[in-house]
């Protein structure tokens, strides 16, 4: 099945920094998602991204299919996006969603 | 429009006692989902219902069993616990296979 890797697995940036976040899979996808683990434990989907670049405020995504990655953009980070951010791919052959292991987030004020 | 909703939210079992996890949407997604997350780790796909009356295999099946009862409703079945399954349990769902909203998570002790 397909793999899914995350890097870096801990970031620690003071607010109002910039970060990017990598997403690598192992196979030709055709769903691509970008999630927030809160630090109370509730994970929030922000990006729907299975190739392309999508803005969502202070966050953006870009996903290059051919070579098989995704990026997450934070720009001026908050104490408030702090948590664990997860990509989740889907391959093409059924309905299986694979996660990554996550990119742990701290922002200091 | 309450998304989707999990019960209990918290749980102690013994080992060998059996339970069941409800989860419920309402927004008339096709596709339901039920992942579990170990401490520090990622999610891993236990069972998903691609439609009404459907159900396949994830990740890590062995353990569990699930029901979609309608179009709203997927349930997960522990028959007889292990400490192994002490975890946070997730139901998701999702319209076809795009974006896929979480419910609050049930957190499973097993002694």
């Known amino acids: 099945g397909i793999q899914v890797e995350q890097s870096p697995p801990d970031l620690i940036l003071q607010e109002g920094a910039n970060s990017t976040l990598r997403c690598n899979f192992s196979d030709s996808v055709n769903n691509l998602q970008w999630f927030h683990q809160n630090p109370w434990g509730q994970l929030i989907n922000l990006f729907y991204i299975p190739s392309g670049t999508k803005q969502n405020g202070r966050l953006s995504a870009t996903t290059v299919a051919t070579e098989r990655y995704s990026l997450l953009y934070i720009s001026s980070s908050q104490t408030t996006d702090s948590g664990v951010y997860f990509c989740?791919?889907?391959?093409?052959?059924?309905?299986?969603?694979?996660f990554g292991p996550g990119t742990r987030l701290s922002v200091l004020p | 429009n309450a998304g989707v909703t999990q019960t209990p939210k918290f749980q102690v079992l013994k080992t060998g006692q059996s339970m069941t996890l409800q989860c419920a949407q309402d927004?008339?997604?096709?596709?339901m989902y039920w992942y579990r997350q170990d401490p520090g780790m990622g999610l891993r796909l236990i069972y998903y219902s691609a439609s009404e009356g459907t159900t396949d295999k994830g990740e890590v099946p062995n353990g569990y069993n699930v029901s979609r009862l309608n179009k709203r409703e997927f349930s997960l079945r522990l028959e007889s616990a292990a400490p192994s399954q002490t975890s946070v349990y997730f139901c998701?769902?999702?319209?076809?296979?795009?974006?896929?909203?979480f419910g609050p998570g049930t957190r499973l002790t097993v002694l």
């Open positions: 989740a791919a889907l391959d093409n052959y059924g309905q299986n969603f694979v």
């Open positions: 927004m008339n997604h096709n596709s």
């Open positions: 998701a769902s999702t319209a076809y296979t795009d974006t896929q909203y």
